[in-house]
């Protein structure tokens, strides 16, 4: 399946790069042609390329930009300069900035997120093309990735990132001339996977409190939190109330290499004195007969939706994927470990709160994933709490620090 990533501006420089940072690459590629496909709250851009180039795309402001940049030799005689805009962009640029790159320039009316971006091979009679979907996105995290897209083009990133996104004059063009890098530094991509949505509404609170809106409200928050530490690139699995099966989900950790999946739940059980938040990491001998109960449930949300249940990749009886597994679920422990540190300080939590279960969504071989249940909708005080903005904030927040300890502990190993 295509990679079906929200990434809100987290990778500033997405691209392919051994093929950026200089002219002979790009010796002979031209744009052929380009066009935007416009609506109220999307957009598409489409280049085509006479074969598959090199590429970036950043955000700059004053005014607000989304900037794509291509490493080819010129445009084709009859390729526009301008495209027909509406919606999200009110203007465009296409031009020749230096040799061997030619910059888009996607001048917008409100801030926007590269919901995605794929160089696609030629096909047939269809040329190779540069397809780049955006969204309206938040005006926090259009700004920060503004903040870092300076840092980056000036050669200021790390500590100095911060002093940039504080420095409203820096500018938003590089201070020096030349190619792009041809090396950048790739931050931890965190996918949060917020359960449930679209037909699958979850668990259900008394008072009519839905789980799939609830584990995307927090997944935003535990996003923008995570952004704010300027380490990793943060992506969510879904961005609005749509159904995505339990392959899906896998599939997305696994296309996009991510470095951590953490699915994000708040269930219901038979038993309204249940209460407290839980981390899981897979294991098909669960802790007690509610992790298995609540494993269970989840592993048959395919089957609600009207899709077959979720089948393992035959590929675990391969040995050297067994050998990986095991190495993945060992740093699914210590991510697991790391985040119950902080969060119990911070949340009413259950009983022995490192839990294990076989939850299919935490099978990937090797992507680290674990699984946070909230606490339960059946519960009163949890439901209060999961409803509440300032407890979500605060769950959040822990999370984030959570995650945070692990990869600095993981780095000095």
């Known amino acids: 399946m295509p990679q079906r990533l929200f990434v809100h501006f987290l990778l500033i420089f997405v691209m392919q790069l051994s093929l950026i940072g200089g002219a002979l690459a790009q010796q002979g590629i031209q744009i052929l042609d380009a066009r935007l496909a416009v609506g109220p709250d999307k957009s598409r851009l489409v280049v085509d390329l006479s074969a598959v180039a090199g590429y970036a795309t950043f955000p700059i402001d004053q005014p607000d930009r989304l900037v794509v940049e291509l490493g080819v030799e010129k445009l084709a005689d ?21 040799e061997g790159r030619a910059r888009l320039v996607l001048f917008l009316n409100k801030p926007v997120q590269v919901t995605t ?20 996105g938040e005006r926090e995290i259009f700004d920060q990735a503004v903040a870092r897209s300076k840092a980056l083009l000036t050669g200021q990133a790390g500590a100095e990132d ?14 020096t001339e030349g190619a792009l890098p041809s090396v950048v530094q790739i931050r931890p991509l965190i996918l949060l996977d917020p359960g449930h949505g679209g037909i699958d509404g979850g668990a259900k609170a008394e008072n009519g409190l839905e789980e ?15 952004l704010a530490t300027d380490k990793f690139d943060v992506a969510l699995t879904r961005t609005g109330d749509e159904f995505l099966s339990l392959n899906e989900r896998v599939e997305l950790a696994r296309e996009n290499k991510a470095s951590l999946m953490i699915s994000l739940h708040a269930d219901s059980f038979d038993d309204p004195n249940v209460r407290g938040a839980s981390v899981y990491t897979r294991d098909e001998a669960a802790t007690d007969v509610l992790d298995k109960v609540l494993a269970e449930g989840e592993n048959r949300v395919d089957l609600i939706a009207g899709f077959d249940a979720p089948k393992d990749d035959d590929q675990v009886v391969n040995i050297l994927i067994d050998l990986m597994r095991r190495e993945t679920r060992r740093q699914s422990f210590l991510a697991a470990r790391s985040i119950v540190d902080d969060i119990e300080t911070q949340l009413p939590m259950r009983p022995y709160p490192l839990r294990r279960a076989d939850f299919f969504v935490l099978q990937s071989p090797e992507v680290p994933s674990i699984l946070l249940e909230l606490g339960f909708l059946s519960n009163g005080l949890d439901m209060e709490n999961l409803a509440e903005e300032s407890w979500q904030e605060k769950a959040a927040q822990a999370l984030a620090q959570g995650i945070v300890k692990y990869f600095d502990a993981e780095a000095q190993n």
Do not use: N, Y
């Open 117 to 136: 971006i794929e160089m696609l091979e030629a096909v047939g009679e269809q040329p190779a093309r540069l397809v780049v979907e955006i969204a309206e």
């Open 212 to 226: 799939k809106h609830v584990v995307l409200e927090f997944a935003k928050r535990v996003q923008k939190h995570l």
């Open 78 to 98: 009859d390729a526009p300069t301008e495209l027909k805009t509406d919606g999200l962009v009110r203007e465009t640029a296409i031009g020749m900035v230096d």
């Open 162 to 175: 911060k002093a940039a996104a504080e420095t409203p004059e820096a500018p938003s063009t590089p201070t």
